[in-house]
Nanobody, 117 residues
Framework: QVQLVESGGGLVQTGGSLRLSCVFSGSIFSAYIMGWYRQAPGKERDLVAEITSGGRTNYADFVKGRFTISRDNAENTVYLQMNSLKPEDTAVYYC???????????WGQGTQVTVSS
């Protein structure tokens, strides 16, 4: 059973940076597509960024140029480097892992990111 554990959230001022980590266990990490999603109060959960097993990345328009997703297959960890943070980036950030579109995804418990103005 896949388990995902996020860390690295916190409170930061506008323009600041945070690095989120998600540690994967329970299966072969290198075979999984990994993603970061976020959900603000009263809103739907939105894709932030994804990275394939081969390292191809995809970003939501609202984070392009500010956030970077990366993975370390030796450490079974996916990262989200967040720079130039804005108050509208405030949300709970979730890690997601899946093999393909037919696979039931696994989710982490989420980590809170709060950006003060």
């Amino acid at each position: 059973q896949v388990q995902l554990v996020e860390s690295g959230g916190g409170l930061v001022q506008t323009g600041g940076s945070l690095r989120l980590s998600c540690v994967f266990s329970g299966s072969i990490f290198s075979a999984y597509i990994m993603g970061w999603y976020r959900q603000a109060p009263g809103k739907e959960r939105d894709l932030v960024a994804e990275i394939t097993s081969g390292g191809r990345t995809n970003y939501a328009d609202f984070v392009k140029g500010r956030f970077t997703i990366s993975r370390d297959n030796a450490e079974n960890t996916v990262y989200l480097q967040m720079n130039s943070l804005k108050p509208e980036d405030t949300a709970v950030y979730y890690c997601k892992g899946f093999i393909d579109a037919f696979d039931r995804p696994s989710w982490g418990q989420g980590t809170q990111v709060t950006v003060s103005s």
